[in-house]
């Protein structure tokens, strides 16, 4: 919970953000004194394809729930609820559920191999890390007064091409970058050990922990250009179309909404009718509901969707995807 000092002015990463609530029990520590101490894995960008795939591997095995546990969240109070929302995300709430009126902390792992696009995030460097924070009303000053919640974004981008961003949104009338600067901190201090997926007693064991986005492309020969993939997802050409394969947790109505083309070990497979600017986007369910609230769209569940322009192309690569996951 955050607590009003009005007597103090709290620096944020270094200077370069001002906010005026603290948060209790906030370690003198901040992400870019973590960053200097990091192992040289986050601090080398990665010289060979070879290193590369072995960035998205180590990515795709930590557990992101791991790297803020309920251990550590509990300096920011209470947690009613902590969320996989992804693969790749996780997010945990306090005080209330309800919009504007709790704290919310949602943080991400990813890869940008190209470099993360900082815009107008103010930043700091060390030993190749860069870490950043933005203000909601720094962004957009123009918001002020219109607000109906407060929120800072902070990023810590990594040499070897990681990247970790983290929103936090808090009620008004509070400052939300204290609460940004101590979960980051935090998070990158855990990232350092890269906790295994499954760690988190959050995290909920499904059949794509542990898999291989790309694993079909391997299936169907064609080449994988290790600058064009992501950690939890696959591009690649087949039969002349641009394929993309992503694994995902998403929304139950998303995917079983579209027309049931075939069934593969007991996995359910949907295309859609319509396409969106010539792409179709075809998806199989893999598993049932998984823990927390649903939306207006379902619950989430793991699945796994594929795009292209060529139908058929595009179902037979789903088919072959679905095929790679035993039996239900």
Not at 30 to 50: H, L, R, Y
Not at 229 to 234: D, E, N
Request: net charge negative; proline share 7%.
């Amino acid at each position: 919970m955050l607590v009003r000092r009005s007597a103090m002015i709290v620096a944020v990463m270094l200077g370069l953000v001002a906010c005026q609530d603290e948060l209790p029990g906030q370690r003198d520590d901040n992400p870019i004194s973590v960053a200097a101490s990091m192992p040289e894995f986050w601090k080398t960008a990665p010289g060979s394809d070879d290193e590369r795939w072995e960035v998205l591997r180590r990515v795709r095995a930590i557990d992101p729930c791991a790297l803020i546990p309920r251990a550590e969240l509990g300096h920011f109070g209470e947690p009613l609820q902590v969320e996989a929302d992804n693969l790749n995300r996780c997010s945990t709430t306090f005080g209330s559920t309800e919009s504007g009126k709790g704290t919310k902390i949602g943080w991400s792992l990813g890869v940008a191999p190209e470099g993360y696009i900082w815009g107008e995030t103010k930043r700091d460097e060390v030993d190749g890390i860069t870490v950043g924070m933005l203000r909601d009303l720094d962004a957009s000053p123009e918001l002020e007064g219109k607000l109906t919640e407060r929120s800072c974004t902070a990023i810590a981008s990594f040499a070897n091409t990681v990247t970790l961003p983290l929103r936090v949104s808090t009620p008004l009338g509070t400052e939300p970058c204290p609460a940004a600067q101590a979960a980051l901190t935090r998070a990158m201090r855990a990232l350092a050990d890269e906790p295994a997926q499954g760690t988190s007693p959050d995290t909920p064991n499904t059949v794509l922990l542990g898999t291989d986005p790309c694993a079909v492309a391997a299936v169907l020969g064609a080449a994988t250009p290790v600058l064009e993939q992501r950690a939890w997802s696959c591009s690649f050409t087949h039969r002349d179309d641009e394929i993309h394969v992503e694994y995902a947790y998403d929304n139950e109505g998303y995917v079983i909404d579209d027309e049931p083309i075939f069934v593969v070990n007991g996995h359910q497979g949907y295309g859609a009718a319509d396409d969106v600017g010539g792409t179709v986007f075809y998806r199989a369910a893999l598993g049932t509901a998984l823990p927390g609230a649903p939306s207006s769209m379902g619950p989430r569940i793991p699945a796994i969707s594929v795009s292209g322009k060529d139908r058929d192309t595009v179902e037979a690569v789903l088919r072959a995807t679905t095929e790679l996951f035993p039996a239900r």
